[in-house]
């Protein structure tokens, strides 16, 4: 059974800084790529990084509001993706979760939650003084 797991997550002062993971079950992240989505109340799921399946050489993406702040990185051999994120801003504080589709992406379309089969659990992420 194919399965992603959440860690991380919490309460975090502004400009602190917090480590998500996602670890897969029943599959290799080879050949999966794995995105990072966040949703606040009232908000819609939003794109917040991916990296891409690594069978030919992984990329990374990440939208506007959070680079130079998030980094996704993976351990293959642990199969688990982190999502490092440094400078929190209040505005970062959402439910996020991480995400799983077979194979890359075609174009510019790491960001669209409907391409994604798999998800995990979700984690809160506060960011409040």
């Known amino acids: 059974q194919l399965q992603l797991v959440q860690s991380g997550g919490g309460l975090v002062q502004p400009g602190g800084s917090l480590r998500l993971s996602c670890t897969a079950s029943g599959f290799t992240l080879e050949y999966y790529s794995i995105g990072w989505f966040r949703q606040a109340p009232g908000k819609e799921r939003e794109g917040v990084s991916a990296i891409s399946a690594s069978a030919s050489g992984s990329t990374t993406d990440y939208a506007d509001s959070v680079k130079g702040r998030f980094t996704i990185s993976k351990d293959n051999a642990k199969t688990t993706v982190y999502l490092q994120m440094d400078n929190l801003k209040p505005e970062d504080t959402a439910l996020y979760y991480c995400?799983?589709?077979?194979?890359?992406?075609?174009?510019?379309?790491?960001?669209?939650?409907?391409?994604?089969?798999?998800w995990g659990q979700g984690t809160q992420v506060t960011v409040s003084s």
């Open positions: 995400a799983a589709v077979a194979g890359k992406f075609a174009g510019n379309n790491w960001h669209r939650h409907v391409l994604y089969t798999y």
